[in-house]
């Protein structure tokens, strides 16, 4: 089995393993106590705190360890927000932040506070100016991610730091990511970030917070880790953290170098074996171990079901592989395709040999599964294969099982001026259905003909203007009909 999720969770690194359990043996104890059991416990405790500042790049004063990188954003930014409550309520983030974040501005929200989200580019990458236009004198705290962790985009933390430092409002960096490849460039005030990403133990995060920053924490006081994480020290799990970040690092420059090249590979080559595919995310400014891509035509849930049957764990930000049915948040801020996206970041010490046995796996798994939601035969594959004139040529094709029917717009309804219009109704159809029925009919409608998608799928938003960007055809917007959405699509070539 290949496991290609390490930025869910990195598999434990040996070190760490190692670290853990010499420490089970000496760090039980309680390292507030003075004698000799308690004394060795703080010992290892502070060790590991020199050794994880260290890393970060901040005095050891500075870090506190918490139950886990959520906790410690929601600990850095409650604290931060509190502490300069005089100067105003106003947060700002950027719309690709993870959720622990997004979970902390809403919770501001709630409570009165103001929030503003900066929008993102198809890369995924904040504008540096757009990010220093947000902060205005009651600005409170600006949160930024140093990468992000669906698609690898790396954002610019230095330059958000240097506007935040010149407005007087410090920067939160969520360095979860990150953090193992290298320290986080910038002047921050802030960063938080987890173990278990860098092949530590689960259940250990980090947060540093630079001298000078107000900070109150929040909830009742306690004695431990500076008043900033309530609770008993995880001690061996802490020491094996912050060993394994240091044993990380030390492998970090050779391991990327080797990393990037498969992921490039992959990059390359997907669009290559796979027709319809779109690789999303910045192809320079990147981590170097993580690459998504998404696929027309294809049912997320079903796709990795499907690679994990082969020996490949992979995760996804397709809805229909989430219990909400709505698209990733970072795929819907980006504007990318979401239908049958795949996310794969390799773990250190992957082999090659994994890698391409993926790449020789995946378009028979893509095949397979278009194959059964229709999307194989007829219209949709000819025009995968022979472009939009084909399309034209194919006719209707076959339907797999509930799909929809194209019918002519009611009288009047056409645009001024278009040949031609049908509609498909997909309402009640989860995705890809609804993409790969607007596929099937756009060759019935001449040049200059349109076709009205219906849908009540929240991934259509993000998917039908996706398909006309990758299918040469004009997305001309979407407005509200009784139960769902109509999606208009102009037919150009």
Request: hydrophobic share 45%.
């Amino acid at each position: 089995m290949s496991y290609f999720d390490a930025a869910s969770s990195a598999p434990l690194h040996p070190v760490a393993r190692q670290a853990l359990q010499a420490s089970l043996d000496e760090g039980w104890a309680d390292p507030a106590r003075l004698y000799r059991e308690g004394r060795r416990a703080r010992l290892l405790l502070d060790a590991a705190r020199e050794a994880a500042a260290d890393a970060v790049g901040c005095r050891p004063d500075e870090l506190v360890f918490t139950s886990s990188g959520t906790r410690a954003v929601h600990s850095g930014i409650a604290g931060a927000l509190s502490g300069r409550r005089r100067v105003g309520s106003h947060l700002v983030v950027s719309s690709v932040e993870h959720s622990s974040v997004l979970h902390s501005a809403a919770a501001h929200e709630a409570g009165g506070g103001s929030v503003t989200e900066v929008p993102v580019g198809r890369t995924g990458a904040v504008d540096s100016g757009a990010y220093a236009a947000a902060l205005t004198p009651g600005t409170a705290l600006a949160c930024l991610q140093s990468a992000n962790h669906e698609t690898g985009t790396e954002q610019p933390v230095a330059e958000a730091a240097a506007a935040c430092r010149a407005a007087g409002v410090p920067l939160l960096v969520d360095a979860a990511q990150s953090l193992g490849w290298g320290p986080v460039d910038g002047d921050w005030s802030l960063l938080a970030a987890s173990a278990h990403k860098w092949g530590g133990p689960a259940g250990v995060g980090l947060l540093a917070v630079r001298k000078g920053v107000r900070f109150v924490p929040q909830g009742p006081a306690d004695e431990r880790e500076s008043g900033r994480a309530a609770g008993f020290e995880n001690v061996p799990a802490i020491v094996a953290a912050a060993t394994s970040l240091r044993a990380v690092r030390a492998e970090a420059a050779a391991e990327a170098v080797r990393l990037r090249g498969l992921v490039d590979r992959i990059r390359a080559s997907v669009g290559e074996l796979v027709p319809d595919v779109e690789v999303v995310g910045d192809p320079v400014r990147r981590l170097p171990h993580l690459v998504t891509f998404s696929c027309l035509y294809v049912d997320g849930e079903t796709l990795l079901h499907e690679l994990d049957v082969a020996g490949f764990s992979v995760s996804s930000g397709s809805s229909c592989t989430s219990s909400t049915l709505t698209p990733s948040h970072v795929l819907r801020a980006m504007g990318v395709l979401s239908e049958g996206n795949v996310r794969v970041s390799l773990p250190l010490g992957v082999a090659d040999a994994e890698v391409d046995r993926f790449l020789e796996v995946l378009p028979g798994v893509v095949g397979s599964v278009r194959e059964r939601l229709g999307a194989g035969t007829g219209p949709v594959a000819a025009s995968r294969g022979r472009g939009a004139k084909a399309e034209a040529e194919a006719g209707a094709g076959a339907e797999p099982e509930g799909a929809t029917t194209a019918e002519p717009a009611a009288p009047g309804s056409a645009a001024p001026g278009s040949a031609a219009e049908l509609v498909v109704d997909a309402l009640g159809k989860r995705c890809p259905i609804p993409v790969i029925e607007l596929a099937k009919v756009i060759g019935d409608v001449p040049v200059g003909g349109a076709v009205t998608v219906l849908s009540d799928d929240e991934a259509a938003r993000l998917d039908v203007p996706a398909w006309c960007e990758m299918r040469g055809q004009g997305y001309e917007g979407a407005h509200p009909v009784d139960g769902g959405t109509a999606f208009r699509v102009r037919r150009v070539s």
